[in-house]
């Protein structure tokens, strides 16, 4: 078999296992878009760039290490669906606690709790805690907690029938990359807190065409502005991180994107810029060369020991031992060396095959999919319940394992942030708001979305 073929089939073996876990959600509506979210990213930096390398265009001499970390990939893929599928299992056996839905008012009044505590930390804390331990990792969280807040607005709307404000937060998504690239130069960042988002509206709105192809149109526009930000990003930090004025950032960035490209997939400046910060599968065949050959050692757990301890916060043990973040990991195991001050993520799939190989990578997976799922489910079912903490407990840790492309220390502290964070702001909320985000329990079986808003939108 020559590597085309061989980067064929493991191509169709990631997309078959990709769309047994998309389908099998969409059908069932009974989660919040966590796993939809995880197999959108996770395919966003493992399956995209090697797809694109099927067009002769686009093939090349990293193409037989692209082949060797998109087996690992597709694997990984794979034991995640598996893990999901024991989850679901277990949970659709299991009889929980429900409870009554939230009236719509407290329900829109915790929800812009939730906003205006997330704009206060992001705007206003997040400059001021910069260098202050532990706390960073708590603002940080802060801008996670604006796009489930933004999440929630949209589940409101729905709820009242008001379908087009629903459509009016969803738009309001498109500020995010926005708001990412003025204050702090990357495109990613709002590109995640946007896709939050639309995972969570993705997960009740019943409409699955009209979603399906809105969904298809939203990709193809994000690889546009994707490919155009490449071709300016230099540019566009160095006017960014260099103190320039709001007006200086807005007008640098306007005119980039009025001089925006298409995305075209027989580009190959196009693919080049997608294939350098986007083919998370080629480090990870670099690794498998790079560790076949003994020029380095398996990490043997030392990441995994890392990401234990990194639950603790450095303000309560300032001697913690310092970790290698993920650039200088990446490098260790690929021998790749990268040019000071870029970033780069290690991802759950090169981390968990550094440190046991393969069987690392499908044990790891098979824990990552049973642990997304179960979340994904148990935030659905609070939802449901009007229990605004129990879902944000659950929702919030859940999204750090969205990470796909950072360290699992890095999935381990924001997990641990988010929770904090949760705990504080709704305890903050009831002393001084007198607004409750607990809600009383009552015996009854989870229900799927889809049961919950067919009876809501009926009777209300």
Not at 398 to 409: F, W
Request: charged letters at 15%; glycine letters at 10%; hydrophobic letters at 50%.
């Amino acid at each position: 078999m020559d590597i085309e073929q061989t980067l064929l089939t493991w191509l169709l073996v990631w997309l078959a296992a990709a769309s047994y876990l998309m389908i099998r959600r969409w059908r069932s509506h009974s989660g919040v878009g966590l796993v939809l979210v995880y197999v959108v990213t996770f395919g966003t930096i493992h399956w995209l760039a090697p797809m694109l390398m099927l067009l002769p265009s686009n093939q090349g001499p990293d193409m037989e290490f692209t082949v060797d970390g998109l087996r690992e990939s597709a694997l990984a893929m794979v034991m995640f669906a598996i893990g999901a599928e024991v989850a679901w299992q277990l949970i659709g056996r299991r009889r929980d606690a429900s409870t009554q839905g939230a009236p719509s008012k407290l329900l829109t009044a915790i929800t812009t709790a939730y906003l205006a505590t997330a704009v206060l930390l992001y705007v206003f804390i997040s400059p001021l805690a910069a260098r202050l331990p532990s706390i960073a990792a708590l603002v940080a969280a802060g801008s996670t907690l604006m796009a489930v807040a933004v999440g929630l607005k949209c589940w409101s709307a729905w709820l009242d029938k008001r379908t087009g404000t629903m459509w009016l937060w969803v738009a309001s998504t498109a500020v995010f990359p926005i708001v990412t690239v003025l204050m702090q130069g990357f495109l990613g960042y709002g590109y995640a807190a946007a896709l939050v988002v639309l995972g969570l509206v993705a997960s009740f709105y019943p409409r699955r065409l009209r979603m399906t192809v809105f969904a298809m149109l939203l990709a193809y526009g994000g690889l546009s502005i994707y490919v155009t930000y490449m071709r300016d990003r230099t540019d566009i930090r160095e006017t960014v991180w260099g103190g320039a004025s709001m007006d200086d950032r807005l007008t640098k960035i306007r005119t980039s994107f009025e001089q925006g490209e298409w995305f075209n997939p027989w580009d190959p400046d196009h693919f080049r810029r997608i294939n350098g910060r986007l083919n998370q599968s080629f480090l990870v065949g670099a690794a498998v060369s790079y560790l076949s050959e003994g020029r380095a050692r398996y990490a043997a757990g030392g990441t995994l020991v890392d990401a234990a301890l990194a639950i603790v916060p450095r303000a309560l043990w300032p001697n913690k031992p310092e970790t290698g973040g993920s650039g200088d990991l990446v490098t260790t195991y690929t021998g790749i060396k990268f040019a000071e001050g870029t970033s780069v993520g290690v991802g759950h799939v090169l981390e968990l095959y550094v440190n046991f190989a393969t069987p690392g990578v499908l044990v790891g997976f098979f824990v990552v999919g049973f642990i997304v799922a179960y979340l994904d489910r148990a935030s659905a079912d609070r939802l449901v319940g009007g229990d605004a903490a129990g879902f944000m407990k659950r929702y919030m840790p859940g999204l750090s394992l969205l990470q796909v492309g950072g360290s699992l220390a890095e999935v381990v502290g924001t997990a641990a942030a988010s929770y904090v964070l949760v705990v504080v702001v709704n305890r903050i909320l009831l002393a001084v708001f007198r607004i409750n985000t607990e809600a009383p329990a009552r015996p009854a079986g989870p229900r799927p979305l889809r049961e919950y808003l067919a009876d809501s939108r009926t009777t209300s």
